[in-house]
């Protein structure tokens, strides 16, 4: 079985800019959370999304946005790229039952 | 307000030996408790969880301890190995599964051959 892939594994974007980081859950996987993780604040939490619909959202602003399409893949977005947003994004996906969330590599993004 | 914290942020056991990684939290609505492992330039990796309604699990080498009237989590790890050296994060949920995790900063654990 395939794992949770994220795309692209790295990236660099200028300040002011956006970028769009895409993850692909393990098949049959229906609930898909990402996650912020920099060395100062360490695993922060994102939003989370369960057939399309956003269920969860954490303690950020609304330059982070996200969607999941019908075959459960998402994606997240970030508007207006600031220094700080420098981080290595996570994307993880579970099952129904949600015992466990299994995460992808990560994206690492570097904004200078 | 850090609602999930891991006081120490290295520990240094030897082969062979236990290794007991600490968790503390303070939001009493968290039902669900997960152990990660990380190693660099890669996702965590799920160990091993817990419900609030439990206060034990195990899973081979690793167990998971909850004392809820403490608000305190442990994972030992018997006997510890070298591949065992990693960054763990104790993570909480509110939602009895594991989506909308809060996560601690970590313990790296380093094993001493």
């Known amino acids: 079985k395939a794992g949770v892939t994220q795309t692209p594994r790295y990236l660099i974007k200028t300040r002011g800019q956006q970028v769009t980081l895409s993850c692909s859950p393990i098949?049959?996987?229906?609930?898909v959370s990402w996650y912020q993780q920099t060395p100062g604040q360490g695993l922060q939490f994102l939003f989370e999304?369960?057939?399309?619909?956003?269920?969860n959202k954490g303690n950020f602003p609304g330059r982070f946005s996200g969607r999941q399409f019908s075959n459960s893949r998402s994606e997240m977005n970030v508007s207006t790229l600031e220094l700080g947003d420098s981080a290595l994004y996570l994307c993880?996906?579970?099952?129904?039952?949600?015992?466990?969330?299994?995460f992808g590599q990560g994206t690492r993004l570097t904004v200078v | 307000d850090q609602q999930v914290k891991q006081n120490s942020p290295s520990l240094s056991v030897q082969e062979g030996r236990i290794s007991i990684l600490n968790c503390d939290y303070t939001?009493?609505?968290?039902?669900?408790f997960l152990w990660y492992k990380k190693y660099p330039a890669e996702g965590p990796t799920f160990l091993i969880s817990?419900?609030?309604?439990?206060d034990k699990n195990e899973d081979g080498r690793f167990t998971v301890f909850l004392n809820k009237s403490a608000k305190h989590l442990s994972l030992h790890i018997v006997p510890s190995q070298p591949g065992d050296s990693a960054v763990y994060f104790c993570?909480?949920?509110?939602?009895?599964?594991?989506?909308?995790?809060?996560f601690g900063k970590g313990t790296h654990l380093i094993i001493q051959p």
């Open positions: 098949s049959g996987h229906r609930s």
């Open positions: 939001n009493s609505m968290f039902d669900y």
């Open positions: 999304y369960f057939s399309e619909t956003q269920r």
């Open positions: 993570a909480a949920s509110a939602t009895g599964g594991a989506d909308g995790l809060t």
């Open positions: 817990i419900s609030s309604i439990k």
């Open positions: 993880a996906s579970s099952s129904l039952v949600n015992t466990e969330a299994f």
